[in-house]
T-cell receptor, first 115, second 111 residues
Framework: NAGVTQTPKFQVLKTGQSMTLQCAQD?????MSWYRQDPGMGLRLIHY???????DQGEVPNGYNVSRSTTEDFPLRLLSAAPSQTSVYFC??????????????FGPGTRLTVL | GQSLEQPSEVTAVEGAIVQINCTYQ??????LSWYQQHDGGAPTFLSY??LDGLEETGRFSSFLSRSDSYGYLLLQELQMKDSASYFC????????????WGAGTKLIIKP
């Protein structure tokens, strides 16, 4: 099992560019989440999904879109990159709703810099 | 509003015991989770407490007191590889029952 995979590992964008961060999991988990992590801070939830075709906003959704067409994939799209979106992005999946006994499994992260 | 408080940094000596505290303020309570994150790495799950008391998993233990809105992670027989950041997280009713995270505690271990 590969677990949770993310691509790319590193990315540099110019202000105004758009891009998609890819996330895939092979554990047949229904729940998937996107977080961003800024220096010295905990993770903040961007968007999450409770199953294919169902997504919802988290704490910091502005400037990001998601879709969930399959159980395995949960891409995150940056619509028009801004320097404030410079961060490390983590995708995670879990068998059930995070925060219970079922752990979240995280991908290796994407380090994004917006110039 | 919801919040979690953890010390920003804790220093300990190899072989010793260290406790990392977490106090929380949330709407409803559905359990306290702990994650470990090494520098440059991804968070990994350590433990989960839904009921008061101590849960032990090898060298790591986690404690919860719901009446005090407080928990801690206890690391015993510290090893250099335990140098990492430790995050507490809770599920919050006002956040659509999704996880909210503390800012993390950086554990520095000295030989």
């Amino acid at each position: 099992n590969a677990g949770v995979t993310q691509t790319p590992k590193f990315q540099v964008l110019k202000t105004g560019q758009s891009m998609t961060l890819q996330c895939a999991q092979d554990m047949n988990h229904e729940y998937m989440s996107w977080y961003r992590q800024d220096p010295g801070m905990g993770l903040r939830l961007i968007h999450y999904s409770v199953g294919a075709g169902i997504t919802d906003q988290g704490e910091v959704p502005n400037g990001y879109n998601v879709s969930r067409s399959t159980t395995e994939d949960f891409p995150l799209r940056l619509l028009s990159a801004a320097p404030s979106q410079t961060s490390v992005y983590f995708c995670a999946s879990s068998y059930s709703n995070p925060g219970g006994p079922s752990p979240q499994y995280f991908g290796p992260g994407t380090r994004l810099t917006v110039l | 509003g919801q919040s979690l408080e953890q010390p920003s940094e804790v220093t300990a000596v190899e072989g010793a015991i260290v406790q990392i505290n977490c106090t929380y303020q949330t709407s409803g309570f559905y359990g306290l989770s702990w994650y470990q994150q090494h520098d440059g790495g991804a968070p990994t799950f350590l433990s989960y407490n839904a009921l008061d008391g101590l849960e032990e998993t090898g060298r790591f233990s986690s404690f919860l007191s719901r009446s005090d809105s407080y928990g801690y992670l206890l690391l015993q027989e510290l090893q250099m590889k335990d140098s990492a950041s430790y995050f507490c997280a809770v599920r919050d009713q006002d956040s659509n029952y999704q996880l909210i995270w503390g800012a993390g505690t950086k554990l520095i271990i000295k030989p």
